[in-house]
Nanobody, 119 residues
Framework: QVQLVESGGGSVQAGGSLRLSCAAS?????????MAWFRQAAGKEREGVAF???????RYADSVKGRFTISKDNAKANLYLQMNSLEPEDTAMYYC????????????WGQGTQVTVSS
């Protein structure tokens, strides 16, 4: 099993920044897992925000390109999401997710951390 624990959420005004962290642990976790950040706003479906593959290649949802940066610290088994120029539309519960890269769906999820952006 793999355990993922997010932290770093909070309330911020529009234009501000937050940095989310995700600590991964568990005997089956390895640094070559694909990892991602998802978010789910109230009344909306969950959406993928930022993705990092086993060799560090990244991709982003169009809505966050140029504002969010995903990064990994393999030595600490941590995943990060630096969020700048936050907008009220970024308000959501943010989830860290992981999977063996050959798998199609993410099978490990954290409990989520709330991000609230006020105008």
């Amino acid at each position: 099993q793999v355990q993922l624990v997010e932290s770093g959420g909070g309330s911020v005004q529009a234009g501000g920044s937050l940095r989310l962290s995700c600590a991964a642990s568990g005997y089956t976790y390895n640094r070559y897992y694909c990892m991602a950040w998802f978010r789910q706003a109230a009344g909306k479906e969950r959406e993928g925000v930022a993705f990092s593959d086993s060799v560090g290649s990244t991709r982003y949802a169009d809505s966050v390109k140029g504002r969010f940066t995903i990064s990994k610290d393999n030595a600490k088994a941590n995943l990060y999401l630096q969020m700048n120029s936050l907008e009220p539309e970024d308000t959501a519960m943010y989830y860290c997710a992981a999977k063996p890269c050959l798998r199609s769906d993410y099978n490990y999820w954290g409990q989520g951390t709330q991000v609230t952006v006020s105008s």
